[in-house]
């Protein structure tokens, strides 16, 4: 059994996984071994979870690409000083960046605007990930009635009842739950 085969089936549901070699990494630096043993054994190829805003995975071929308005200017390429270098961008939320620490490991966040201000979201990656899978699936398994409110347009109090129930279940309590969602703002 790999070290992320629940990750793999948890995230299966929402996009093609495929195993990708480190030889698709193109950054400038090695990439850690975690992350080198979550493509090859999850793979994600530009994954969308929709857990109540959208959350999006490269694959590891654009995995560098994403770091772009990060950690230098998309237009002039000129490296953006108050990014620090152990700063990974794994995913984002419309454009609010979800960070692997490649020191510690944890999983950071931040709305982007202004200075960086990033609080731990997840222990790990298999933490943060889970989550975030879990929350998906929980939205996915709402009916089209709980799930929209087509006046408000937005997710249903019982979707997001039910969403946050499923969130608590995977990490072990309610504060848990809570911690996760108000570092998101959700």
């Given at each position: 059994?790999?070290?992320?085969?629940?990750?793999?089936?948890?995230?299966?549901?929402?996009?093609?996984?495929?195993?990708?070699?480190?030889?698709h990494?193109?950054?400038?630096?090695?990439?850690?071994?975690?992350?080198?043993?979550?493509?090859?054994?999850?793979g994600?190829?530009?994954?969308?979870?929709?857990?109540?805003?959208?959350?999006?995975?490269?694959?590891?071929?654009?995995?560098?690409?994403y770091q772009?308005?990060?950690?230098?200017?998309?237009?002039?390429?000129?490296?953006?000083?108050?990014?620090?270098?152990?700063?990974?961008?794994?995913?984002?939320n419309?454009?609010?960046?979800?960070?692997?620490?490649?020191?510690?490991?944890?999983?950071l966040?931040?709305?982007?605007?202004?200075?960086?201000?990033?609080?731990?979201?997840?222990?790990?990656?298999?933490?943060?990930?889970?989550?975030?899978?879990?929350?998906?699936?929980?939205?996915?398994?709402c009916?089209?009635d709980?799930?929209?409110?087509?006046?408000?347009?937005?997710?249903t109090q019982?979707?997001?009842?039910?969403r946050?129930?499923?969130?608590?279940e995977?990490?072990?309590?309610?504060?848990?739950?809570?911690?996760?969602?108000?570092?998101?703002?959700?």
């Amino acid at each position: 059994m790999s070290r992320f085969s629940h990750l793999a089936t948890q995230l299966a549901p929402f996009g093609q996984l495929q195993p990708q070699v480190s030889s698709h990494w193109r950054g400038d630096f090695p990439l850690p071994q975690t992350l080198i043993d979550f493509y090859q054994q999850v793979g994600p190829n530009n994954l969308q979870l929709s857990c109540d805003e959208l959350v999006e995975m490269p694959s590891l071929a654009r995995l560098w690409d994403y770091q772009a308005g990060y950690r230098w200017h998309g237009r002039s390429g000129e490296a953006i000083n108050s990014w620090l270098p152990n700063w990974l961008v794994i995913a984002d939320n419309n454009a609010d960046p979800i960070v692997f620490d490649l020191n510690t490991e944890q999983i950071l966040f931040d709305i982007h605007g202004g200075e960086w201000h990033f609080q731990r979201l997840a222990i790990d990656l298999a933490t943060a990930l889970g989550a975030f899978a879990t929350m998906a699936q929980a939205i996915a398994e709402c009916d089209a009635d709980e799930y929209w409110d087509d006046d408000e347009c937005c997710y249903t109090q019982p979707a997001l009842d039910y969403r946050f129930t499923k969130l608590s279940e995977f990490l072990g309590g309610h504060q848990a739950a809570s911690d996760f969602l108000n570092v998101l703002a959700w």
